[in-house]
T-cell receptor, first 111, second 112 residues
Framework: DTAVSQTPKYLVTQMGNDKSIKCEQN?????MYWYKQDSKKFLKIMFS???????INETVPNRFSPKSPDKAHLNLHINSLELGDSAVYFC??????????FGPGTRLTVT | QKEVEQDPGPLSVPEGAIVSLNCTYS??????FMWYRQYSRKGPELLMY????GNKEDGRFTAQVDKSSKYISLFIRDSQPSDSATYLC????????????FGEGTQLTVNP
């Protein structure tokens, strides 16, 4: 009974391709997030949705587009992938903003 | 200058040692302070969460916040090899909703 799950776990793709990462949470939380963790382990928020409404949209290239079909799902679509997009992407959810539950991560490698 | 500074380590200690992990911050508006633990190739998991100043204890872990010095600490007593992980501090302001600001994490190894 995984709390926050992400697919795929690993993604290797070439520059210029378009890819999606899916996230699902079964905790009944209202808020979901996407974070990017670079090679130095620095974790930075990208987007947050509350009940399917976008509430945080950090300075992220508009090649990145989140979509929340319902409050249990938050997907991330990335267009025209670049080398600098290589990172680990984490989905998270919370009811209390200070208690966020993270998924296992998707390791994206762009070649 | 980063809002939250954390020494990335690596920090290596023998089993049973007391470990002290620290973060400093520059913005006095931070009110909520969290510590997350991240094992290799896993997602971060929340360890401790404190509001404003003071201490909070949970088993072998103690979180300490000194708002006057803009300094937070996580102490691990009787450290175990299973504590080997990266520890990330995170902070939040009253007005920033769910936008957490993370430190870059300290990599800890506890040697048996």
């Amino acid at each position: 009974d995984t709390a926050v799950s992400q697919t795929p776990k690993y993604l290797v793709t070439q520059m210029g391709n378009d890819k999606s990462i899916k996230c699902e949470q079964n905790l009944g939380h209202d808020t979901m997030y996407w974070y990017k963790q670079d090679s130095k382990k620095f974790l930075k928020i990208m987007f947050s949705y509350n009940n399917k409404e976008l509430i945080i949209n950090e300075t992220v290239p508009n090649r990145f587009s989140p979509k929340s079909p319902d409050k249990a799902h938050l997907n991330l679509h990335i267009n025209s992938l670049e080398l600098g997009d290589s990172a680990v992407y984490f989905c998270a959810s919370s009811q209390d903003p200070h208690e966020q539950y993270f998924g296992p991560g998707t390791r994206l490698t762009v070649t | 200058q980063k809002e939250v500074e954390q020494d990335p380590g690596p920090l290596s200690v023998p089993e049973g040692a007391i470990v002290s992990l620290n973060c400093t911050y520059s913005n006095s508006a931070f009110q909520y302070f969290m510590w997350y633990r991240q094992y290799s190739r896993k997602g971060p998991e929340l360890l401790m969460y404190t509001y404003s100043s003071g201490n909070k204890e949970d088993g072998r872990f103690t979180a300490q916040v000194d708002k006057s010095s803009k300094y937070i600490s996580l102490f691990i007593r009787d450290s175990q090899p299973s504590d080997s992980a990266t520890y990330l501090c995170a902070m939040n302001k009253e007005t920033s909703g769910s936008r957490l600001t993370f430190g870059e994490g300290t990599q800890l190894t506890v040697n048996p």
